[in-house]
C-alpha cells in the first residue's frame, strides 16, 4: 500500500562471505560499522526532530545531484588506486565505467544546463550507479557486474 511516505534503505552491499559457512563475526570492519551506526543515528536524530513529515517529491534537483555525485565516484574509482586498480579489474570492466562516466558527465551538463532527465537518462544513472556497486560489493564474479 502507498502511504505517501518515503522509506530509506540503506545497505552496505554483500560480500561473498554473506550468508555463508564462513560469514563470521571476526570477517567484520568494526571501526566501519561504528562510523556507520554514528552516521545513522544522526540521521534518525535529525528525521526524529523534524517538525514536518518528509515527503517525497519528485524534483529534478535531484537527478542534477545524483549526476554530479555519481561523477565524482566513477571518477575516483577510475584514478590511480581507486577500485579499478585495488581490484585488478580487467580492461574490459574499466571501459564500462569510463563509458558509465561518459554518459553521467553529459547528463550532469545537461540537468545543470536546464534541461530535464528523460527515462534513458534516468536508466543511465541507474545503470552506472548498479555496476560500481556490483563490483564494489564483491558478492558477485567480475563478468557478471559488466552485464548491466
Known amino acids: 500500500m502507498n502511504a505517501g511516505v518515503p522509506v530509506v534503505f540503506l545497505s552496505n552491499g554483500q ?5 555463508t559457512d564462513e560469514d563470521e563475526a571476526d570477517s567484520l570492519d568494526y571501526p566501519k560499522i561504528t ?4 552516521w545513522l543515528s544522526g540521521v534518525v536524530a ?3 526532530q523534524a ?17 554530479q555525485t555519481l561523477t565524482d565516484v566513477l571518477q575516483a574509482a577510475l ?4 577500485l579499478v ?3 585488478g579489474l580487467t580492461a574490459e ?4 565505467i569510463q563509458s558509465d562516466l561518459d554518459a553521467v558527465e553529459q547528463i550532469a551538463t545537461d540537468l545543470a544546463g536546464g534541461g530535464a532527465a528523460t527515462n534513458s537518462d534516468v536508466r543511465a544513472l541507474r545503470t552506472a ?7 564494489a560489493g564483491s558478492s558477485y564474479e567480475e563478468y557478471i557486474c559488466n552485464y548491466f
Not at 570492466?93 to 564500462?96: A, I, V
Open 93 to 96: 570492466s574499466r571501459g564500462n
Open 85 to 87: 586498480d585495488s581490484l
Open 46 to 48: 535529525r528525521l526524529g
Open 129 to 135: 550507479t548498479q555496476r560500481l556497486m556490483c563490483f
Open 15 to 19: 560480500t561473498k562471505r554473506y550468508h
Open 79 to 82: 584514478a590511480p588506486d581507486g
Open 35 to 38: 562510523r556507520e551506526a554514528e
Open 51 to 67: 517538525s514536518t513529515t518528509p515527503t517525497f517529491t519528485d524534483d529534478e534537483a535531484d537527478h542534477e545531484v545524483e549526476a
